[in-house]
C-alpha cells in the first residue's frame, strides 16, 4: 500500500479510540486547552481492534504515524492527528478521493472545527488589528522631556521649578523618497529662568501643531521642503558640532542667519556628493499664513556649507523688511575634542551694525558621556554697547537606549542693576 494511504487511513483509526461532537462556534481558547492537555491520548500500544492486525495497511498507516519523527512514537492526541490530517489535506490536493475526505472529516470533526475555530479567530483579530493601524508606508515617534531646574538672579527670588514637554511626530511616505511629516507638542513651561535653557514650549499643557511639511526628491541630488511652521533653516547645514544647553548658545553665534525662523515657507538643497551643500528658500513671518505679499514680505535666505571627516565649514545670509543678516561658522575634530565657533552681523536698513559670537568645546568620551563648554554673547551687541555674556558647562549621557539625560549650570549675565542669573539643571528625554 502506497504511503499516502497509510496516512489518510491513520487518523480514522485513531478516532476510534474516542470520539464526541463539537459546534464549531462554541470552541473557545479555555476548551482548546483543556482539551488539548486531556488524557485523550492514542498510541499503537493501547490500540485493539478485532479488525486490524499486523501487515493490514490500515494497521501499518497508525504504526508510521506514532513512529513519525514528529511524535517519535510517543502517545499522541486527536487534536495533534487532527492536525497533521488537516495540514496532509490541505497539501494534498488530487491524491485523495470525496470518499476519504468525507470519511475523515467526519471521523476528526470535533478536532478539525477546534482548529478551524481557532483560525478564524486569529485571523479576525490580525484583520482588526490592521484595520486600526498606520499603513506600512506610516511611522510615529513620541518624545517626553522633563527639567528639574533652580535659578536666582534677573530681579526674581530664588527658585526650584520642574517643567515637561511632550512631542508626537508622525512621517507618511507615498513613493518611497518622499515623506510628510505632522508634528504637536505640550508643555508647561521653559524653566524658572524664563527660557534661559534650551528646553521643550510652553503650551500650557495644550497640545499644539508645531509642523506641517512635506520633503520631496527633484532629481538625485536636489530636495524640496514646503509647509507650515517650517524654519528656513531646516534645510540649511550649519557647521557646529557643540551640544549646547542654554538656548542661545544653541544657535552657535549666528541666530539669524543660519537659524532663520519663519512660518510658511518653501525651502531646497542641493547636495554635489562632495562634502558641498548649497540651500535656500523663502518664508513668510512667524505667525503669517501668506508668503510674499505685500503686506508680508517675509524672509529669503541662502546658505553653503563644507563638510569633511574631521572638519566643517559654512556661511549663511538672511534678509527681511529691515534688516540683513550674515553668519560665518566654523568646527575641527581633534579626536579627543571638538571645537565649534560662530559669528553673526546684524545690518539693519538704518543704525549701527550689531554681532554675536560663540565658541564652545566638545569632549566626546567623558566617562559614560559627553562634556560641552561654551561661552557666548546673549544675542546681537553693537560696537557701543557692553557685551553681556552666557557661560555654560554641561555633562550628557544616556541611561538606556532610549533614556538620556543631561545635567549642567549656566550664567547669564544682566545689564547693569540686575543681578546676573545662575542656575543648575537636570534634564531627561525619553523617546519612543
Given amino acids: ?142 518624545g517626553v522631556d522633563a527639567i528639574l531646574e533652580a535659578s536666582d538672579g534677573g530681579g526674581k527670588s530664588e527658585a526650584v521649578g520642574f517643567h515637561y514637554a511632550w512631542e508626537m511626530k508622525t512621517k507618511t511616505s507615498f513613493t518611497g523618497e518622499d515623506t510628510l511629516t505632522i508634528a504637536a507638542e505640550a508643555g508647561n513651561g521653559a524653566g524658572t529662568s524664563g527660557g534661559v535653557l534650551d528646553f521643550g514650549a510652553s503650551t500650557a499643557d495644550a497640545i499644539e501643531i508645531k509642523d506641517v511639511n512635506y520633503k520631496f526628491p527633484i532629481g538625485d541630488n536636489f530636495t524640496m521642503k514646503v509647509g507650515d511652521s517650517l524654519k528656513i533653516s531646516k534645510s540649511f547645514n550649519q557647521a557646529c558640532s557643540y551640544g549646547a544647553f542654554t538656548d542661545e548658545l544653541s544657535n552657535c553665534g549666528d541666530g539669524k542667519a543660519h537659524n532663520v525662523s519663519g512660518d510658511i515657507s518653501a525651502s531646497g538643497e ?90 564652545g568645546v566638545t569632549l566626546p568620551e567623558v566617562g559614560i558621556g559627553e562634556v560641552n563648554i561654551g561661552i557666548g554673547t546673549d544675542g546681537y551687541f553693537k560696537d557701543a554697547e557692553t557685551e553681556l555674556l552666557i557661560y555654560e558647562a554641561s555633562y550628557g549621557f544616556d541611561l538606556a537606549d532610549n533614556i ?24 531627561i528625554s525619553f523617546s519612543y
Avoid: C, H
Fill in 270 to 359: 542641493y547636495d554635489f556628493d562632495n562634502g558641498f551643500t548649497f540651500s535656500g528658500g523663502v518664508s513668510g513671518k512667524k505667525g503669517a499664513t501668506e508668503l510674499l505679499t505685500k503686506e508680508n514680505p517675509g524672509i529669503w535666505a541662502l546658505n553653503a556649507a563644507y563638510e569633511a571627516d574631521t572638519y566643517g565649514l559654512s556661511v549663511a545670509y538672511a534678509s527681511d523688511v529691515d534688516n540683513a543678516y550674515w553668519g560665518l561658522n566654523g568646527t575641527y575634530d581633534f579626536d579627543q575634542f571638538a571645537v565649534s565657533a560662530g559669528m553673526g552681523f546684524k545690518n539693519p536698513d538704518s543704525g549701527a551694525e550689531s554681532t554675536s559670537w560663540m565658541a
Fill in 404 to 427: 538620556g539625560m543631561t545635567v549642567g549650570a549656566f550664567i547669564q549675565e544682566k545689564a547693569a542693576g540686575t543681578d546676573d542669573i545662575t542656575g543648575v539643571a537636570s534634564t
Fill in 1 to 142: 500500500m502506497k504511503l499516502f494511504q497509510k496516512l489518510i487511513a491513520a487518523p480514522a483509526i485513531i478516532s476510534m479510540a474516542s470520539g464526541f461532537a463539537v459546534n464549531a462556534a462554541e470552541i473557545n481558547s479555555t476548551d482548546l486547552s483543556d482539551y488539548s492537555n486531556s488524557n485523550n491520548l492514542v498510541s499503537l500500544g493501547d490500540f485493539k481492534s478485532d479488525t486490524l492486525f499486523p501487515g493490514d495497511w490500515a494497521y501499518d498507516s497508525l504504526k508510521d504515524l506514532t513512529n513519525s519523527p514528529k511524535f517519535n512514537g510517543n502517545s499522541v492526541t486527536r487534536l495533534e492527528a487532527a492536525a497533521e490530517l488537516n495540514n496532509l489535506i490541505a497539501g494534498g490536493e488530487g491524491l485523495m478521493n470525496g470518499a476519504a475526505i468525507g470519511r475523515l472529516s467526519d471521523e476528526l470533526g470535533s478536532e478539525l472545527a477546534i482548529i478551524k475555530g481557532r483560525v478564524d479567530g486569529l485571523e479576525a483579530r490580525v484583520n482588526g488589528l490592521e484595520a486600526g493601524a498606520f499603513s506600512e508606508t506610516t511611522s510615529a515617534s513620541f
